[in-house]
């Protein structure tokens, strides 16, 4: 079975400029989270999909961020413009639809993003 | 509110003696519990979860964790380290049959031959 993948593993871009994050959940999968975690930091919690609805955003840092689930498959994850304060890794966690199985995630090997 | 500390930052201990990765954890409701281990270059990986059954969780790799309320700590043990469990290991709180998982800073284990 496929785990989640994402892409790019790397991603150097300079302020001011656009990224986007893709991640391919394992298939089956409806629940789909992005978390980050800046240089030092915890891993934070940005947002949660419910197949391609939003359930969860508390944790969007502002509104530079945009993530979207088109067709409940995979997710892009935009941030434009950049900023420096934005490098860190990116992760993607999916689980299945099962309740009793929500909690367990399973987790992309992330992207590194640096802001220069 | 909730959140989980992880005592210390880089654990080194020498192959073949055991692990102790240490976790608090602070939640309002009854929570949910986890340990994951990220290998370079790798994803997380779920190494096991308490969910309000067994104090004594087992998990993968020999690793386990008790939950003790009374200290409000889960702290990750492993009787005998080996080389291929040399990572970063995080402790997570969740309240139960919630999303918002706080994460710890990250523990990184090394072990010496």
């Known amino acids: 079975e496929a785990g989640v993948t994402q892409f790019p593993s790397h991603s150097v871009i300079e302020k001011g400029q656009t990224v986007t994050l893709r991640c391919d959940p394992i298939s089956g999968h409806d629940n789909l989270y992005w978390y980050r975690r800046v240089m030092g930091k915890e891993i934070k919690f940005l947002l949660h999909f419910v197949k391609e609805s939003k359930q969860d955003e508390s944790g969007m840092p502002n509104n530079r961020f945009l993530a979207e689930r088109t067709g409940g498959t995979y997710s892009t994850l935009k941030v434009q413009p950049a900023e420096l304060e934005d490098s860190g890794v990116y992760f993607c966690a999916s689980s299945q639809p099962d309740p009793t199985q929500r909690h367990e995630q399973y987790f992309g090997p992330g992207t590194r993003l640096t802001v220069t | 509110a909730q959140s989980v500390t992880q005592l210390d930052s880089h654990v080194s201990v020498s192959e073949g003696t055991p692990v102790l990765l240490r976790c608090n954890y602070s939640s309002s409701y009854s929570p949910s519990l986890f340990w994951y281990v990220q290998h370079p270059n790798k994803g997380l990986q779920l190494l096991l979860k308490?969910?309000?059954?067994?104090?004594l969780v087992k998990g993968i790799n020999g690793f386990e964790a008790e939950f003790k309320k009374s200290e409000t700590s889960f702290h990750l043990t492993k009787p005998s380290a080996h080389m291929s469990d040399a990572a970063e290991y995080f402790c997570v709180v969740s309240p139960y049959n919630n999303n918002d998982m706080r994460f710890g800073a990250g523990t990184r284990l090394t072990v010496k031959p």
């Open positions: 308490y969910t309000s059954a067994a104090t």
